[in-house]
Nanobody, 120 residues
C-alpha cells in the first residue's frame, strides 16, 4: 500500500503562483510514475503533469505547458507542482497520483485532493 498526502492548495489571484506538494509513504518502488491530475466542477478528471522514472520523462497537458513544472525529491518520496501565471480556468481539485508495477501487477493510488481556486 502507498499513501499520498497533498498540501499547498488555496486561493490565489490570476497571475499568481502556488506550489503543491505530494508526500508518498508505504511500499514505494524506485521505478514509478508520480503525477498530478485535476478535476473542475462538471468536468472529467484530467492529467496535468506526470514524471515517469522508467523513461526519464515528464509530460504536461498542453494547457499548462510553460506555466507549470513538476519536480520530485526521491529522498523524501515527494513530488511537487509549481504553478505559475495561474488562470481562473486552472481552478479545480488537484489530485496526486502514483503508479507502480510489482511483479507485473499495476498498482495505482490517489491522494485525497487539494482545492486550487484562482480568482479573476
Amino acid at each position: 500500500q502507498v499513501q499520498l498526502v497533498e498540501s499547498g492548495g488555496g486561493l490565489v489571484q490570476a497571475g499568481g503562483s502556488l506550489r503543491l506538494t505530494c508526500a508518498a509513504s508505504g511500499s514505494i518502488l524506485s521505478i514509478n510514475t508520480m503525477g498530478w491530475y485535476r478535476q473542475a466542477p462538471g468536468k472529467q478528471r484530467e492529467l496535468v503533469a506526470a514524471d515517469i522514472t522508467s523513461i526519464h520523462t515528464t509530460t504536461y497537458a498542453d494547457s499548462v505547458k510553460g506555466r507549470f513544472a513538476i519536480t520530485r525529491d526521491n529522498v523524501k518520496n515527494a513530488v511537487y507542482l509549481q504553478m505559475n501565471s495561474l488562470k481562473p480556468e486552472d481552478t479545480a481539485v488537484y489530485y496526486c497520483n502514483y503508479i507502480q508495477r510489482i511483479f507485473g501487477v499495476r498498482e495505482e493510488y490517489w491522494g485525497q485532493g487539494t482545492q486550487v481556486t484562482v480568482s479573476s
